[in-house]
C-alpha cells in the first residue's frame, strides 16, 4: 500500500486497479501441431510474419511486440483456437433423462399439490437406472464381489437409517427396488 498525501485512497485504489487486471489468454489448438506439415506450415508462416517489417534498430520492447504479434497472427492462420467442449462424459443421454423427469415431476407437484403420472414415471426412471447400475448386464446378476463379500454390506449401504428399514427387497432372481416415496426424494 503507497500513501501519499492526502490523496492516499486513490492510490490504494489505482494499485488495486493494477493488480487485477489480465489479458485474456487464447486457448490455441496445439494438437494440430502433433502433424509434421501442419508444424511446418506454422514454422513457415511465423517466419513470414516476422520478416514483413525489419525489427533491426528498433528497441527491445518494440521487437518484441512485433515478434509477440506475428507468433499470435500466425497462430490464428494456422493452428486456430480450441474449442469450449463439454467435458462432462458422465452426463449422458441417461442422466438426462432422469433430471428432466425430477424437474418435470417437482413442477407439477408444486403446481398441484397431489401426486401425479410424471411423479410415478420419475421413479420408474431412477428404479430402472439402479437395476442398470447394480446388475450386469450379460449374466442379468448381481455381480460377483457382492456375492462374494455377502449381501450384508451392500444392505448396509442401502440401509435407511431413520425408519431402519431397507429400501430394496432382495429376492431369489434378483433384486427389485422400492419405488422412494415423494418426500424421499426431495
Known sequence: MVLCGDDHEQK??????????????????????????????????????????????KSIDESWEHIRASIEESAKKRIGRKRNEARKEWYNENC??????????SGIKNKEGK??????????????????????????????????DGIEIFKELLFDKETNELPVEIQED?????????EEVK
Open 115 to 148: 401426486v401425479i403420472e410424471e411423479e410415478r414415471e420419475y421413479r420408474k426412471i431412477w428404479a430402472d437406472y439402479f437395476k442398470e447400475l447394480l446388475f450386469d448386464k450379460e449374466t442379468n446378476e448381481l455381480p460377483v464381489e457382492i456375492q462374494e
Open 12 to 57: 490504494k485504489e489505482d494499485i488495486q486497479a493494477m493488480k487485477t487486471t489480465r489479458k485474456k489468454q487464447h486457448n490455441w489448438n496445439i494438437e494440430v501441431l502433433c502433424e509434421d506439415e501442419k508444424r511446418r506450415e506454422y514454422a513457415e508462416e511465423i517466419k513470414i510474419q516476422i520478416e514483413k517489417e525489419n525489427i533491426e534498430g
Open 174 to 182: 434378483g433384486i427389485e427396488i422400492q419405488e422412494p416415496t415423494w
Open 96 to 105: 438426462s433423462e432422469r433430471v428432466l423427469a425430477k424437474k418435470k415431476a
